[in-house]
């Protein structure tokens, strides 16, 4: 069974940091690229950022560029999100996904994404 599980997630206050993993278990995601999404209450599923197979692409939603950063371990079979000066608007579920086919570039359409995580809960205080 294939399965993409986030890990990391929690409590903290603003202007804190946090560390979300992704591990892939059933398959190799290694070729596949990869991305982040987040789901507020109340809102829809946003894109966050996403990296292509090999990890040297990647692109951010304007909300969390240069605050968050998207890195991948082939080798682990792991995708990671560093979230680094975090607001109370970054509040969500956040979910990592991997594309339909390998070989892939970054994207932010949710729709070219087939195989989702369950989602970590992250919640920033003020």
């Known amino acids: 069974q294939v399965q993409l599980v986030e890990s990391g997630g929690g409590l903290v206050q603003a202007g804190g940091s946090l560390r979300l993993s992704c591990a892939a278990s059933g398959r190799t995601f290694s070729n596949y690229a990869k991305a982040w999404f987040r789901q507020a209450p109340g809102k829809e599923r946003e894109f966050v950022t996403s990296?292509?197979?090999?990890?040297?692409?990647?692109l951010y939603a304007d909300s969390v560029k240069g605050r968050f950063t998207i890195s991948r371990d082939n080798a682990k079979n792991t995708v990671y999100l560093q979230m680094n000066s975090l607001k109370p608007e970054d509040t969500a579920v956040y979910y990592c996904a991997a594309q339909s086919v390998p070989w892939g570039g970054v994207q932010p359409d949710s729709n070219a994404y087939r195989y989702w995580g369950q989602g970590t809960q992250v919640t920033v205080s003020s």
């Open positions: 990296i292509n197979w090999t990890g040297g692409s990647t």
